[in-house]
């Protein structure tokens, strides 16, 4: 049986008469990656708010649960199971990075030998051993992250929020919290993780719900997300252009590049379609110089749901993210 960390049923959130959350549905198994992924302004940072107990949802909406807690009527003990990170660092930066885990410690009522071996194993763990000595203001963006997270780890949460937590990062420090994000799951904590990358939630998230207008525009892992939109296909080139003939008559719903010789052959990218079409191959003795398939990637299908072309309009221009990634080729 799937133990959740979340549920949510009919999430809403308005204010004034703005609707921002319109009746989101939520279930997210323990130990997984959640990521909600959506553009500017979808609702992302109100749903972790609500999640988190920082702002109320709609009373229209139905049950949530966090850690297992109902949020209407036991907020305490869901909020002892989670932590946060927000955009918005709780790093102080007037004081050291030690001296930012100290006074998390101290709010988590640890005693003082415990809290300065928390926060060293914390400090060493996040590779800021060197650093904690320093002011956090001095910190780069990617260390302060790190800070960040270190300091909401220091309570023990079993289930984090994880706010865009790679926004304005370069793209190394980007891969860095990615590998720590893996960390923190393969240690069994859950992550509930929001963020305009694609890439992002490609790399890391077990499930991804698109966020759009205030509803969940579609939900699934990377892969079916991709498979559900159109623009996968096969590609076969040749470099005989007797074989390149028999093949379009043998496949006549593939599109023909008669000045390469290739072929596109649709297809939804499944190990079942590229199985029915090399046994067709096969045959017929059709032998393709290059099999090359192609199968949509998140930038498609966050176009296709959204309406929002990731590859314009930037919110962030220290980042290159939202920029096209590369479409998923394997030349076999
Ligand atoms: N306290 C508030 N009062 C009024 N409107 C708000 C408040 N908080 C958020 N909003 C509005 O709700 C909408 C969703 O905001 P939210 O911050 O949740 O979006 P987001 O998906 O996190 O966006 P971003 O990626 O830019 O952080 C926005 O239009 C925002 O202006």
Same mark, same amino acid.
């Given at each position: 049986m799937t133990s959740w960390a979340i549920t949510a049923n009919g999430l809403r959130k308005s204010y004034g008469d703005k609707t921002v959350l319109d009746g989101i549905d939520l279930a997210v198994p323990e130990g997984t990656v959640f990521s909600l992924l959506g553009p500017n302004g979808a609702g992302k940072t109100t749903a972790v708010k609500i999640l988190s107990t920082l702002v109320s949802p709609d009373p229209a909406s139905g049950e949530i649960r966090v850690g297992g807690h109902d949020l209407a009527t036991d907020p305490r003990a869901a909020r002892a199971a989670i932590g946060v990170t927000g955009q918005?660092? *709780?790093? %102080?930066?007037?004081?050291?990075g030690e001296e930012n885990m100290l006074l998390m410690a101290d709010l988590h009522h640890l005693s003082r030998g415990e809290g300065r071996r928390v926060a060293a194993e914390l400090l060493e763990r996040f590779d800021l051993t060197e650093a904690a +000595? +320093? #002011? *956090?203001? &001095?910190?780069s963006g990617g260390m302060k992250r790190r800070l960040d997270i270190a300091m909401t780890l220091v309570g023990d949460p079993r289930i984090i929020f994880l706010d865009? #937590? &790679? &926004?304005?990062? %370069?793209p190394r420090s980007r891969h860095n919290m990615w590998q720590i994000i893996r960390g923190l799951v393969s240690g069994g904590v859950t992550v509930f993780l929001t963020t305009q990358y694609l890439e992002e939630a490609d790399q890391l998230a077990d499930q991804i719900a698109v966020l759009n207008d205030g509803r969940i525009a579609a939900q699934g892992t990377a892969e079916e997300l991709k498979r559900r939109i159109p623009g996968g296909h096969v590609r076969l080139r040749f470099s005989d252009p007797a074989a390149y003939q028999f093949a379009a008559v043998t496949l006549p719903e593939a599109a023909r590049d008669d000045a390469s010789l290739t072929l596109r052959v649709p297809g939804d990218g499944s190990q079942r379609a590229l199985r029915s079409l090399l046994g067709r191959l096969d045959a017929a003795g059709i032998e393709a110089d290059e099999l090359t398939v192609h199968t949509p990637d998140l930038d498609d299908v966050f176009f296709a749901l959204?309406? *929002? %072309?990731?590859?314009?309009?930037? @919110? %962030?221009? &220290? @980042?290159? @993210?939202?920029?096209?990634?590369?479409?998923k080729e394997n030349v076999r």
């Open positions: 918005f660092s *709780a790093v %102080d930066g007037l004081i050291t +000595k +320093k #002011p *956090a203001s &001095t910190y865009e #937590p &790679t &926004t304005g990062l %370069d959204t309406g *929002a %072309d990731p590859r314009h309009g930037q @919110s %962030d221009p &220290t @980042s290159q @993210s939202t920029l096209p990634s590369q479409s």
